[in-house]
């Protein structure tokens, strides 16, 4: 008879393919049977026809990031994975940010040394190339790509990290060469500077403003730009945190013409709307992010880009602040412009019981899709597949069984990221993890945590699956070959 360390039984199945019943058998942190099985258990847990997914891949998320002004961000690898653990998520992969003036390997070292003993689920690190000299293109960046570390996050706004296009050009040509991924954030900043000083000089400095200086059109614009130079360049790009009905029509167009362009969207961006942003007096700080919560209208067009295939992952850009604090949201004090306000909001934790509950139980998208955005489509765009994402003999034991049985009303009391709010307070959910398996290990049940500081390890990423397969012809010949 077989031996296993952990036996799930009668679940419901869950991957981005398929929703099966059956029983999952695990030895030394992989699955190793999928069926009907009968085997000499260690311990056995019955998931009662409870969905079974993979646990979550949060392709996308900010802990102990350093930052530009006096801010801190709340949530570090001890907070920020536990409250991942907590959600269901049981791989993170936050920024190793490179500060300007300074190479991009000695960021990567900081950033080990901040998850180094802390992290409970396992983690990837995205790069964030914010000054791509000569030396980081050509020596740095081809070393960490074949290192391990193959993806990386590049920006068109926010002075402390922005690139301009010739820079955005090089970037990515040297992606096109390496196979690794480039992730973009889109929103032309020239007219954020512009609109956000007639806004000023208007005396208008209150939260709501915020979404003011970042009109659709304008990170339309910047979609577009990006879109263009990844098709001069051939090279798969992933525009991330897309917001809007414009910007997403964009990565349509761009993807019906056969471009490997990949998108994410977040929580906010189909729960909240700009109107929080004009919350009373200093409270719609808590809803500034970038690209801002847009219309009604907006979070419609976003649920149909997820239901028809536009977007592939599904991140939570965690971007941790507490509220009622001077090195939070209050950092320059509650009566300051919305400018000076940090951006970002909480939703490590959040993230897959929101798309469980008003996704897959109020049918707007199936569990397949759920899989695939949470789960299975971050694995592979970012070099983690099979590993992690998927439920398969051989994968890592990464499991969430869920209760979608009771009902509850969302609180940050029920949280456990380090962060005073949540943006989903009073959200009424059916779905939340039960029990989250990390390699086997079960490290949360029925609320309780059981998971010793730093077991979640370090996660070498392959060259990303779109990467691995675009055409790499030489790309003066192919620029050449557009003109003549
Ligand atoms: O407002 C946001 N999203 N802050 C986090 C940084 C980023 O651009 O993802
Ligand atoms: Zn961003
Ligand atoms: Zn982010």
Not at 13 to 33: C, E, F, H, R
Not at 214 to 226: D, F, G, L, N, V
């Amino acid at each position: 008879m077989l031996n296993c360390d952990l036996l799930i039984k009668n679940g419901e199945i869950a991957t981005a393919s398929d929703s099966y019943k059956g029983d999952i058998a695990i030895k030394n942190g992989k699955i190793i049977q999928i069926g009907e099985i009968d085997c000499k258990s260690s311990k056995t847990i019955e998931a009662d026809g409870n969905f079974v997914t993979p646990g979550g891949v949060d392709g996308h998320c900010h802990l102990d990031q350093p930052t530009d002004d006096n801010s801190v961000f709340a949530d570090d690898f001890e907070t920020g994975s536990i409250s991942a653990a907590f959600g269901g998520t049981t791989t993170i992969i936050p920024f190793a940010l490179q500060i300007k003036g300074k190479g991009i390997k000695a960021a990567v070292n900081e950033y080990h040394k901040k998850a180094d003993g802390k992290s409970i689920v396992d983690y990837a690190f995205h790069m964030i190339l914010t000054d791509p000299s000569h030396n980081v293109l050509n020596n740095e960046l081809p070393d960490l790509i074949r290192s391990g570390y193959t993806h990386f996050k590049i920006y068109m706004t926010y002075e402390a990290l922005k690139l301009n296009d010739l820079e955005i050009l090089k970037v990515l040509s040297k992606a096109r060469a390496l196979g690794a991924m480039a992730m973009i954030h889109a929103e032309n900043d020239d007219c954020i500077t512009w609109l956000t000083d007639l806004l000023l000089e208007a005396g208008k400095i209150a939260p709501k403003y915020h979404a003011v200086t970042r009109p659709t059109i304008m990170e339309q614009e910047a979609t577009h730009s990006a879109i263009s130079m990844s098709e001069l360049i051939d090279v798969p790009i992933l525009i991330v945190h897309v917001s809007n009905e414009r910007s997403m029509r964009e990565i349509q167009k761009a993807q019906s013409k056969g471009l490997n362009i990949y998108a994410e969207t977040c929580p906010q961006y189909l729960f909240l709307t700009s109107k929080d942003l004009d919350s009373k007096g200093f409270e719609g700080a808590k809803y500034i992010c970038s690209p801002p919560p847009r219309s009604l209208h907006d979070q419609e067009q976003i649920w149909l880009g997820i239901k028809t295939g536009v977007f592939q992952v599904f991140s939570s850009d965690h971007s941790p602040f507490r509220f009622d604090s001077d090195k939070g949201k209050k950092v320059e004090g509650s009566e300051t412009k919305f400018c000076n306000v940090p951006n970002g909001v909480p939703g490590i934790e959040t993230r897959l019981p929101l798309l469980m509950s008003k996704g897959v139980l109020d049918e707007r998208i199936d569990i397949q899709k759920f899989v695939s955005l949470t789960s299975t489509g971050p694995a592979k765009i970012y070099g983690l597949y099979p590993r992690k994402g998927t439920i398969a003999p051989g994968s890592d034991a990464d499991l969430v069984i869920w209760d979608t049985k009771n009902k509850f009303t969302l609180s940050n009391s029920l949280l456990h990221h380090n962060v005073d709010y949540t943006p989903y307070e009073g959200f009424e959910l059916n779905a939340w993890p039960k029990s989250v398996i990390s390699r086997g290990e079960l490290i949360i049940h029925d609320g309780d945590l059981n998971a010793k500081l730093g077991r979640g390890i370090f996660l070498k990423s392959d060259l990303p699956m779109p990467a691995r397969t675009f055409d790499k012809s030489s790309l003066l010949d192919r620029i050449e070959k557009k003109v003549f």
